[in-house]
């Protein structure tokens, strides 16, 4: 088993920046790829960010140029950094990865979940 474990969520205000941090450990032979998604009340659950084994990545529409994802080495920790945070940033941000647990078997992971408000 995979586990994700995310941290730095938090109530923020308009304008303000806020860094999320999520650590995968557990059975991992290889990190395909890990990223952030976020739902916010009422509405599907949308890419935010995602980086793959490769270094690239790629942002959903509504965060392009405030966002950035980045990870360690091994991809086994990425960080979300958000700047410009807006109102519609506020959701659950769930972290997410794509994993081999040997050489041939891969399954997808989700950790918990944390908050992230925009408010003033």
């Known amino acids: 088993q995979v586990q994700l474990v995310e941290s730095g969520g938090g109530l923020v205000q308009p304008g303000g920046s806020l860094s999320l941090s999520c650590a995968a450990s557990?059975?991992?032979?290889?990190?395909?790829?890990m990223g952030w998604y976020r739902q916010a009340p009422g509405k599907e659950r949308e890419l935010v960010a995602r980086?793959?084994?490769?270094?690239?990545?790629s942002y959903g529409d509504s965060v392009k140029g405030r966002f950035a994802i980045s990870g360690d080495n091994s991809l086994n920790t990425v960080y979300l950094q958000m700047n410009s945070l807006e109102p519609e940033d506020t959701a659950v941000y769930y972290c997410?990865?794509?994993?081999?647990?040997?050489?041939?078997?891969?399954?997808?992971?989700w950790g918990q979940g944390t908050q992230v408000t925009i408010s003033s």
């Open positions: 997410n990865a794509y994993v081999y647990t040997d050489y041939t078997t891969w399954d997808e992971y």
């Open positions: 557990g059975s991992i032979f290889r990190i395909i790829a």
């Open positions: 980086i793959n084994s490769g270094r690239s990545t």
